[in-house]
């Protein structure tokens, strides 16, 4: 298959979110299962700062932009470590800038206008660069337009007849709304401006454009594909979604098992595999709980929590129950993130009061993060959504039981250890449903229960976590079934 996947932001060349870490581990898994993947990004500025050659393809390309026209360049390279080709749209006045989407913490006024851009650049790049492509790959609302520009614009010449588009949501509360004139740098007829198609309370929608027009809808868990079909996840599109829910599907992101493996990390105190975990687990438990100024006690459990600290992790919760346990639970905390004032002020605020209990890094650290994962007991993500999610992967990887809400990716990835799961050997962490102080604070006093009385159970749950596999590859597999659908549901539209 010849699959040309159209993002924003690919790792190592761009990245603010999970998005470009999907773009950059897909492909190379996809040509590893013998297909023919392209990607096509804008070249932002820094792009080549990870090392890689960019080269100029010396092809100079047209295209309009409401009552104007804009150049473009492409140029190209190709992912590190693999022959997959990275096409780079360049267009300077859009592109060279300091942040990918905004700076100084406000978005850019011509988003819009950038986006629109690079749609229409994906689309001209097949024919100037004569690429075979099966299925276009677009992703998020800054792609959400190349599925529309496709169905509309490009149908009737011969080569684009028959290329199928998906359209991969990875966290819909991105939508891309723009002010109704911005209809008119898009170049399409305003007879799409409806609430069926492109306009979503008076604004053009970026997103709901890509999940109107493409063949195949998909996000990143498959109980988040659900979710979003419901008002209370569904940010105002949950009736876009229900219309399209034929073609909707999920699958969950991978992990990258090089990057985070306890038998290879550089970062630990001590490596180990699913057979010396019980051996080696406490040295980095140990290490860990030095490096935090947490007292270096063996068998008090210890809960870690690593991300934006924002509503969306739950941390209102943590934040609650953790005031509560400082008095009567036996219990350490180790917590490494960034993000709301509040959260900041909130959690500094118990570590400062706490420091025998709660260690909290207002930080970002890639090391530090790894060290976590293999040095607590137990790793706490009780988010109000979660698209997919990754820490919880890493922290199955690390031996580390995860205790989480069952929401999208974690409700996929983690097997409640209730009577029935633990009987059948299923089980790998601890969940809750209700989104309630009460619910969070039970379900750890559960996994706190089993972790001080139960040895034997909670080693068979780091056991059943440490023998799962969350890789790309079989990620992979699952959108290679996906293309292969969505171009069987283009060939049977081409033939009716
Ligand atoms: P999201 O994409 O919603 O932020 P994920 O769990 O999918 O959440 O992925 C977040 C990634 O960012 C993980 O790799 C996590 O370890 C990392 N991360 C988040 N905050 C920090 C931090 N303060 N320091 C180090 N790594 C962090």
Same mark, same amino acid.
């Given at each position: 298959?010849?699959?040309?996947?159209?993002?924003?932001?690919?790792?190592?060349?761009?990245?603010?979110?999970?998005?470009?870490?999907?773009?950059?581990?897909?492909?190379?898994?996809?040509?590893?299962?013998?297909?023919?993947?392209?990607?096509?990004?804008?070249? $932002?500025?820094?792009?080549?700062?990870?090392?890689?050659?960019?080269?100029?393809?010396?092809?100079?390309? #047209?295209?309009?932009?409401?009552?104007?026209?804009?150049?473009?360049?492409?140029?190209?390279?190709?992912?590190?470590?693999?022959?997959?080709?990275?096409?780079?749209?360049?267009?300077?006045?859009?592109?060279?800038?300091?942040?990918?989407?905004?700076?100084?913490?406000?978005?850019?006024?011509?988003?819009?206008? /950038?986006?629109?851009?690079?749609?229409?650049?994906?689309?001209?790049?097949?024919?100037?660069?004569?690429?075979?492509?099966?299925?276009?790959?677009?992703?998020?609302?800054?792609?959400?337009?190349?599925?529309?520009?496709?169905?509309?614009?490009?149908?009737? #010449?011969?080569?684009?007849?028959?290329?199928?588009?998906?359209?991969?949501? $990875?966290?819909?509360?991105?939508?891309? /709304?723009?002010?109704?004139?911005?209809?008119?740098?898009?170049?399409? =007829?305003?007879?799409?401006?409806?609430?069926?198609?492109?306009?979503?309370?008076?604004?053009?929608?970026?997103?709901?454009?890509?999940?109107?027009?493409?063949?195949?809808?998909?996000?990143?868990?498959?109980?988040?594909?659900?979710?979003?079909?419901?008002?209370?996840?569904?940010?105002?599109?949950?009736?876009?979604?229900?219309?399209? +829910?034929?073609?909707?599907?999920?699958?969950?992101?991978?992990?990258?098992?090089?990057?985070?493996?306890?038998?290879?990390?550089?970062?630990?105190?001590?490596?180990?595999?699913? =057979?010396?975990?019980?051996?080696?687990?406490?040295?980095?438990?140990?290490?860990?709980?030095?490096?935090?100024?947490?007292?270096?006690?063996?068998?008090?459990?210890?809960?870690?929590?690593?991300?934006?600290?924002?509503?969306?992790?739950?941390?209102?919760?943590?934040?609650?129950?953790?005031?509560?346990?400082?008095?009567?639970?036996?219990?350490?905390?180790?917590?490494?993130?960034?993000?709301?004032?509040?959260?900041? =002020?909130?959690?500094?605020?118990?570590?400062?009061?706490?420091?025998?209990?709660?260690?909290?890094?207002?930080?970002?650290?890639?090391?530090?993060? $790894?060290?976590?994962?293999?040095?607590?007991?137990?790793?706490?993500?009780? +988010?109000?959504?979660?698209?997919?999610?990754?820490?919880?992967?890493?922290?199955?990887?690390?031996?580390?039981?995860?205790?989480?809400?069952?929401?999208?990716?974690?409700?996929?990835? #983690?097997?409640?250890?209730?009577?029935?799961?633990?009987?059948?050997?299923?089980?790998?962490?601890?969940?809750?449903?209700?989104?309630?102080?009460?619910?969070?604070?039970?379900?750890?006093?559960?996994?706190?229960?089993?972790?001080?009385?139960?040895?034997?159970?909670?080693?068979?749950?780091?056991?059943?976590?440490?023998?799962?596999?969350? +890789?790309?590859?079989?990620?992979?597999?699952?959108?290679?079934?996906?293309?292969?659908?969505?171009?069987?549901?283009?060939?049977?539209?081409?033939?009716?």
């Amino acid at each position: 298959m010849n699959i040309l996947l159209a993002a924003s932001e690919v790792v190592p060349f761009s990245k603010t979110g999970g998005l470009a870490d999907v773009c950059g581990a897909l492909p190379g898994e996809l040509a590893r299962l013998g297909h023919r993947p392209a990607v096509i990004v804008p070249a $932002h500025r820094d792009s080549s700062c990870c090392g890689a050659i960019i080269e100029p393809m010396g092809i100079d390309f #047209i295209v309009p932009i409401g009552s104007k026209t804009v150049t473009g360049h492409l140029l190209q390279s190709t992912l590190p470590g693999t022959k997959v080709p990275v096409y780079f749209v360049q267009q300077d006045h859009y592109f060279d800038r300091e942040g990918l989407y905004q700076a100084d913490g406000k978005d850019y006024i011509d988003n819009c206008e /950038r986006f629109v851009f690079f749609s229409r650049a994906v689309l001209e790049a097949i024919r100037l660069l004569d690429l075979q492509v099966d299925v276009i790959h677009a992703n998020d609302w800054q792609t959400g337009l190349v599925p529309a520009y496709l169905q509309i614009e490009y149908r009737g #010449i011969p080569r684009y007849e028959r290329i199928a588009s998906l359209f991969t949501i $990875h966290n819909l509360a991105y939508q891309g /709304r723009f002010w109704h004139w911005d209809m008119l740098l898009t170049g399409l =007829d305003w007879k799409y401006f409806n609430w069926h198609q492109m306009e979503f309370h008076g604004h053009l929608n970026l997103l709901k454009t890509g999940i109107v027009f493409a063949d195949s809808i998909n996000t990143v868990s498959p109980r988040y594909a659900q979710e979003i079909q419901s008002a209370a996840l569904g940010c105002g599109l949950e009736g876009t979604l229900q219309h399209r +829910s034929d073609v909707l599907s999920g699958i969950l992101n991978g992990m990258d098992t090089v990057h985070w493996n306890p038998a290879t990390d550089s970062n630990l105190a001590a490596r180990y595999n699913v =057979d010396t975990v019980g051996q080696y687990k406490p040295t980095c438990k140990a290490a860990l709980q030095k490096e935090l100024g947490l007292p270096t006690r063996p068998n008090v459990p210890l809960i870690g929590l690593i991300g934006r600290l924002c509503d969306q992790k739950g941390i209102d919760l943590v934040a609650k129950v953790i005031q509560r346990w400082v008095g009567e639970e036996d219990a350490q905390w180790a917590i490494l993130g960034t993000g709301d004032q509040k959260y900041h =002020d909130l959690l500094g605020d118990l570590a400062g009061r706490f420091p025998q209990k709660v260690a909290a890094r207002l930080e970002f650290s890639g090391e530090l993060a $790894h060290r976590i994962e293999a040095g607590c007991d137990m790793f706490l993500m009780p +988010s109000r959504y979660e698209p997919c999610g990754l820490n919880q992967m890493y922290s199955l990887a690390y031996g580390t039981v995860p205790v989480v809400r069952a929401t999208g990716g974690l409700a996929d990835t #983690i097997t409640d250890a209730d009577d029935q799961a633990l009987e059948a050997g299923t089980a790998n962490g601890f969940s809750f449903s209700e989104y309630s102080e009460l619910a969070l604070a039970e379900t750890l006093r559960r996994a706190c229960d089993v972790y001080r009385k139960k040895k034997v159970v909670w080693n068979k749950l780091i056991d059943t976590g440490m023998r799962q596999d969350w +890789s790309w590859a079989r990620s992979a597999r699952e959108y290679v079934k996906l293309y292969a659908k969505t171009i069987a549901r283009r060939k049977e539209a081409v033939l009716t």
